[in-house]
């Protein structure tokens, strides 16, 4: 205002001095220049807020459908699959919708909050916070798609090392004759012998086809140890002996096993636990230069969720939930993770509710390749959680045996009929 009050003043001056011409075209073109600018400056910002938008807008139409994926079952996939491809024959049960689903699917499509994550609501803001770096690529019957499996390192004092030094990383077979584990009502592990059992079991003829591993080979159970204990982590005690129960279970099954139990804090001169999957890669490289025969690989940990998201009761009796996960690093990803589809798909089946699903992971949240590049048909398992027992991860150890036997057999059946 002021600006124009000494113009008009100037304009009044120049009249009298004669020059009322050239003032006004002064004023005509400054009010021309300044509408110019303040045009120019609205147009490169509605064009920058524009720009934005899309890009929030397709990174969270992106992590909705992966939100909305993992809250529905597979059957409603094979059912809209059913409606656009009347060819296409879907042998998947559906699961309808819940409120809650609908609920949810909504408010992450458009707002992108997460309504069972708080930490959501701050995601976008700060960095680092970002949730889109691992998500639940297939859901188990109930599993909450928000709870995903967590890996905590362990506070451990080292103990006197009972593995030769130069069998660093290295894989023993069966149960290196041992006693079969605590409760396991299984044999040793040891070769079957033949074709075929007198009840008529297949047998891998004495071939060693599964290995099985611990990247953390100490995980353990709070029920397991004393009272008070302040970590779930023995150098007894521990996930490595569910390792040996599927093993033997396996052998039962007639699919030939090989088991590592080796302990790595004590076998790996300045171990570090960040490293453990280094190590582990040097433990399945070993054992496939030892032997061709080796298919199935299997590294089983114990998950650091509580007892409520690792349990399910299924016909009276608990069993430990199963978690598959799977890398992305590793750029064949979608093998294994086809590999895992089959035996979770399997368990869902004959175990409703054992299996939590299959997880995502990248780089952001992990290892995010856990050796699975080495093998299509291999496969991180986190079985229980940090207040599972023995017993409970026992039973779901002898549950996958059962499954992953079954599909070793219905795929050999069919490379025979194929050759």
Same mark, same amino acid.
């Given at each position: 205002?002021?600006w124009?009050?000494?113009m008009?003043?100037?304009l009044r001056?120049?009249?009298? &001095?004669?020059?009322p011409?050239?003032i006004?075209?002064?004023l005509?073109?400054?009010?021309a220049?300044?509408l110019l600018s303040l045009?120019?400056m609205l147009?490169f910002?509605t064009l920058?807020?524009?720009?934005?938008?899309?890009?929030?807008?397709?990174?969270s139409?992106m992590?909705?459908m992966?939100g909305?994926?993992?809250?529905?079952?597979?059957?409603l996939?094979g059912?809209m699959l059913?409606?656009?491809?009347?060819?296409?024959?879907?042998?998947?049960?559906?699961?309808?919708?819940?409120?809650k689903?609908?609920?949810?699917?909504?408010?992450?499509?458009?707002t992108?909050?997460?309504?069972?994550?708080?930490?959501?609501?701050?995601?976008g803001?700060?960095p680092?916070?970002?949730?889109?770096?691992?998500?639940?690529?297939?859901?188990g019957?109930?599993?909450?798609?928000?709870?995903g499996?967590?890996?905590h390192?362990?506070?451990?004092?080292?103990?006197?090392?009972?593995t030769?030094?130069?069998n660093?990383? %290295?894989?023993s077979?069966g149960?290196?004759g041992?006693e079969?584990?605590?409760?396991?009502g299984?044999?040793?592990?040891?070769?079957?012998?033949?074709?075929?059992?007198?009840?008529?079991?297949?047998?891998?003829?004495g071939r060693?086809?599964?290995?099985?591993?611990h990247? +953390?080979?100490r995980?353990? &159970?709070?029920p397991e140890?004393?009272?008070?204990?302040?970590?779930a982590s023995?150098?007894?005690?521990n996930i490595?002996?569910?390792?040996?129960?599927?093993?033997?279970?396996l052998e039962e099954? %007639?699919?030939g096993?090989v088991?590592s139990?080796?302990?790595?804090?004590t076998?790996?001169?300045n171990?570090?636990?960040?490293?453990?999957?280094k190590?582990?890669?040097?433990?399945v490289?070993?054992?496939m230069?030892?032997?061709?025969?080796l298919?199935?690989?299997?590294?089983? +940990?114990?998950d650091?969720?509580?007892?409520?998201?690792?349990t399910?009761?299924?016909?009276?009796k608990?069993?430990?939930?199963v978690?598959?996960?799977?890398? +992305?690093?590793?750029p064949?990803?979608?093998?294994?993770e086809?590999f895992?589809?089959k035996i +979770?798909?399997?368990?869902e089946k004959?175990y409703?509710?054992?299996?939590?699903g299959? &997880?995502?992971?990248?780089?952001?949240?992990g290892n995010a390749e856990y050796?699975q590049?080495l093998?299509s048909?291999s496969?991180l398992?986190?079985?229980g959680?940090v207040?599972?027992?023995?017993?409970?991860?026992?039973?779901?150890?002898?549950?996958?045996?059962?499954?992953?036997a079954?599909i070793? &057999?219905?795929?050999?059946e069919?490379?025979?009929?194929?050759?």
């Amino acid at each position: 205002m002021k600006w124009f009050s000494k113009m008009a003043s100037g304009l009044r001056q120049s009249e009298r &001095w004669g020059e009322p011409d050239r003032i006004r075209e002064m004023l005509v073109t400054g009010k021309a220049f300044s509408l110019l600018s303040l045009s120019s400056m609205l147009f490169f910002m509605t064009l920058g807020i524009a720009v934005m938008l899309h890009q929030q807008s397709s990174v969270s139409s992106m992590d909705s459908m992966k939100g909305f994926a993992a809250s529905v079952s597979s059957g409603l996939f094979g059912d809209m699959l059913e409606m656009e491809m009347p060819a296409f024959q879907s042998s998947l049960s559906t699961d309808t919708l819940t409120g809650k689903e609908i609920s949810v699917f909504l408010m992450r499509t458009l707002t992108d909050i997460n309504p069972g994550s708080p930490s959501s609501l701050l995601a976008g803001e700060l960095p680092g916070m970002a949730q889109s770096d691992a998500f639940l690529i297939r859901k188990g019957v109930g599993t909450d798609a928000d709870v995903g499996p967590q890996d905590h390192s362990p506070i451990y004092e080292p103990t006197p090392d009972p593995t030769p030094a130069d069998n660093e990383g %290295g894989a023993s077979s069966g149960n290196d004759g041992d006693e079969p584990s605590e409760g396991s009502g299984a044999g040793d592990g040891t070769d079957s012998g033949g074709k075929d059992e007198p009840n008529g079991q297949p047998t891998t003829e004495g071939r060693k086809v599964a290995f099985i591993y611990h990247s +953390h080979n100490r995980e353990s &159970w709070y029920p397991e140890l004393e009272p008070g204990a302040k970590d779930a982590s023995s150098g007894t005690k521990n996930i490595t002996l569910v390792g040996k129960r599927l093993a033997e279970k396996l052998e039962e099954h %007639g699919v030939g096993s090989v088991v590592s139990d080796t302990d790595y804090p004590t076998a790996i001169k300045n171990y570090r636990w960040e490293l453990s999957y280094k190590y582990s890669m040097k433990t399945v490289k070993e054992a496939m230069a030892g032997s061709d025969d080796l298919t199935y690989f299997f590294d089983l +940990h114990r998950d650091s969720q509580k007892r409520k998201y690792t349990t399910v009761d299924i016909g009276g009796k608990s069993y430990a939930q199963v978690y598959f996960i799977i890398g +992305h690093r590793n750029p064949n990803w979608k093998e294994n993770e086809a590999f895992a589809t089959k035996i +979770h798909d399997e368990l869902e089946k004959k175990y409703p509710g054992i299996s939590r699903g299959i &997880w995502g992971k990248t780089a952001a949240t992990g290892n995010a390749e856990y050796n699975q590049s080495l093998a299509s048909e291999s496969v991180l398992m986190e079985i229980g959680g940090v207040d599972n027992s023995l017993d409970e991860s026992y039973r779901t150890a002898d549950a996958l045996a059962e499954i992953i036997a079954s599909i070793y &057999w219905d795929a050999e059946e069919v490379s025979g009929e194929e050759e």
